[in-house]
T-cell receptor, first 113, second 114 residues
Framework: EPEVTQTPSHQVTQMGQEVILRCVPISNHLYFYWYRQILGQKVEFLVSFYNNEISEKSEIFDDQFSVERPDGSNFTLKIRSTKLEDSAMYFC???????????FGPGTRLTVT | KQEVTQIPAALSVPEGENLVLNCSFTDSAIYNLQWFRQDPGKGLTSLLLIQSSQREQTSGRLNASLDKSSGRSTLYIAASQPGDSATYLCAVPPNNNAGNMLTFGGGTRLMVKP
């Protein structure tokens, strides 16, 4: 069964460094998302991407964040200058046009020290 | 702004019990509702999706119902097993654009004791 994959599974970085989190969505899906979950808190929406552009973003998704779909398969989230409060599990999701059901990847645990 | 609440926050039951998890949302203008399962430190697995025009959806021992007008959904798990132990999340997208963001509840942490 097709699935969303994410790499790396765990990333440790120092405050102020740039990180890129990578995702391979399900191949025939058209909608792509990033969410995050700080330990013990709700899953929060960051950004959605459709037709090669951002379709919606939350207040969390400020100028330090960017997304890209550099080729036909990858979808990336870049954090330019990480802060301690960026430590969280980051989930990528994708959806097709059948009921718009979102499928999530296993997540990347980002630890900022 | 949509708010999603799940009650109870945690639930512990003996194996074999039938149980009900609750989800409520403040804005009834939703396109659909998804129930997810999350194991500790893992990703989210989609369990069921109910479209706004549906009243319920079933998959195996799971049955989800939706009452859009009252802003509620329930997830019924029949004959619970220890392997059902996980956190269960509900989430809704706004009605205006189905391809957009999900708003999540805080989850119900379920433990099924052998």
């Amino acid at each position: 069964e097709p699935e969303v994959t994410q790499t790396p599974s765990h990333q440790v970085t120092q405050m102020g460094q740039e990180v890129i989190l990578r995702c391979v969505p399900i191949s025939n899906h058209l909608y792509f998302y990033w969410y995050r979950q700080i330990l013990g808190q709700k899953v929060e929406f960051l950004v959605s991407f459709y037709n090669n552009e951002i379709s919606e973003k939350s207040e969390i998704f400020d100028d330090q964040f960017s997304v890209e779909r550099p080729d036909g398969s990858n979808f990336t989230l870049k954090i330019r200058s990480t802060k301690l409060e960026d430590s969280a599990m980051y989930f990528c999701a994708s959806a097709g046009q059948l009921y718009y059901e979102q499928y999530f990847g296993p997540g990347t645990r980002l630890t900022v020290t | 702004k949509q708010e999603v609440t799940q009650i109870p926050a945690a639930l512990s039951v003996p194996e074999g019990e039938n149980l009900v998890l609750n989800c409520s949302f403040t804005d009834s203008a939703i396109y659909n509702l998804q129930w997810f399962r999350q194991d500790p430190g893992k990703g989210l697995t989609s369990l069921l999706l109910i479209q706004s025009s549906q009243r319920e959806q079933t998959s195996g021992r799971l049955n989800a119902s939706l009452d859009k007008s009252s802003g509620r959904s329930t997830l019924y798990i029949a004959a619970s097993q220890p392997g059902d132990s996980a956190t269960y999340l509900c989430a809704v997208p706004p009605n205006n654009n189905a391809g957009n963001m999900l708003t999540f509840g805080g989850g119900t942490r379920l433990m099924v004791k052998p």
